[in-house]
């Protein structure tokens, strides 16, 4: 009777715990305020500075890519200049990327630096699923609409109205002041989010910013029992075609 290699046999038994103990998968914050996106934007000029049309942000071993719109959010690569409110220049929920009106320009041309109506930012995720978003400088008076891909380089679809800064909204909450909190539904992937300004009748222009993302590692297919017979059944294999027969 063939038996597992030593190695196979210890691999086999630590994913079974993990699995059975419904180990969480490592987390990724990406607080744009924080992180130097590549390419680097250009030299801060007042509260922030200008970049490129897709920025690249790392964090660990993760990235995501944000791109610029200068209306609603598009499946994929930008049409326009994103701008970057850094911290600690920048308090938390003033901090983070936006489109300008000037949106050609190479300085912060606006005095907050922010998503402008009707534009919009977007964040698609290279390496994994976002979990989490955080929406800041939403003020009294300000709004915002909410867009996710639930595939990679998919149409956008909006959740919910427009969101105010009372943050009622799916996934909604409020995480503190001028700040918006989303989180995905349980089970349900998201590849990218996407946040537009919008400006409603009788109230100030919308400017807000996507300040923030978290990621985690891709779902395994067949999660669960079936994803754990599966793969016992690929180790199984591996150790049967490296067992050598002994003479």
């Known amino acids: ?72 959010p598009g499946p994929a690569a930008g049409n326009v200049n994103l701008t970057l409110k850094p911290t600690p220049l920048n308090v938390l929920a003033e ?24 534009q919009s930012v977007s964040v698609t995720a290279s390496t994994g699923i976002i979990t989490d978003a955080l929406i800041g400088s939403v003020q009294a008076g300000e709004s915002f609409e909410f867009f996710v891909q639930s595939a990679l380089n998919r149409a956008c679809t909006q959740l919910g109205g427009v969101i105010t800064n009372t943050c009622i909204g799916p996934g909604f909450s409020v995480a ?14 998201r590849f990218g989010v996407a946040v ?17 993302v978290s990621t985690v590692p891709g779902p395994i297919v067949g999660a669960g029992l079936p994803g754990l017979v599966m793969a016992c059944g690929g180790l199984l294999v591996l150790a049967r075609r490296r067992r050598r027969p002994v003479v």
Request: with cysteine.
């Open 95 to 118: 901090s983070g990327l936006g489109v300008q009106a000037n949106n050609t320009a190479t300085t912060c041309t606006d005095p907050d630096c922010e998503i402008l109506p009707p």
């Open 196 to 212: 537009e300004a919008v400006s409603t009748a009788g109230a100030p222009l919308g400017d807000v910013l996507l300040t923030s």
């Open 176 to 189: 503190g002041t001028d700040l918006c909190r989303w989180d995905a539904p349980s089970g349900q992937t």
């Open 1 to 72: 009777m063939k038996s597992m290699t030593p190695v196979a046999a210890t691999a086999l038994a630590g994913l079974a715990v993990s699995l059975a103990a419904g180990a969480s998968p490592a987390k990724a914050d990406f607080i744009f305020g924080q992180l130097t996106p590549t390419p680097a934007c250009g030299p801060v000029s007042g509260v922030g500075s200008v970049c490129g049309i897709n920025e690249t942000f790392t964090f660990g071993g993760d990235t995501v890519v944000a791109h610029g719109f200068t209306g609603a």
